[in-house]
């Protein structure tokens, strides 16, 4: 078992940053890819980012290209969610995820644990 913790969201204003945490903890793998996804109300959940365990796999939602960068910290069991110039439409509930392998990493669908999500809120 594997246990994700999100922190790090709130209610910002438009243009404003926000960096999120996902601290990992249990029988983590060896090697592995995270993932932060986010639901909107009333929307699917959509993939954001993803990197794999030892960063040289990363890549992003087109949407968020440019503003948003994915980090981690082997020695913390933790991924960031660094997200700039943020837009109202960035408002959702932002899930982190892992699973083994890289490939798929922006299928929902394939990642084995998730964490409960931090609601991130942007105003106009």
């Known amino acids: 078992q594997v246990q994700l913790v999100e922190s790090g969201g709130g209610l910002v204003q438009a243009g404003d940053s926000l960096r999120l945490s996902c601290a990992a903890s249990?029988?983590?793998?060896?090697?592995?890819?995270m993932g932060w996804f986010r639901q909107a109300p009333g929307k699917e959940r959509e993939f954001v980012a993803a990197?794999?365990?030892?960063?040289?796999?990363?890549a992003y939602a087109d949407t968020v290209k440019g503003r948003f960068t994915i980090s981690k910290d082997n020695s913390k069991n933790t991924v960031y969610l660094r997200m700039n110039s943020l837009k109202p439409e960035n408002t959702a509930l932002y899930y982190c995820?892992?699973?083994?392998?890289?490939?798929?990493?922006?299928?929902?669908?394939?990642?084995?644990?998730w964490g409960q999500g931090t609601q991130v809120t942007v105003s106009s």
């Open positions: 990197i794999n365990w030892n960063g040289g796999n990363i």
């Open positions: 995820a892992i699973k083994r392998v890289y490939r798929d990493y922006d299928v929902k669908g394939k990642y084995d644990y």
């Open positions: 249990g029988r983590t793998f060896s090697t592995y890819t």
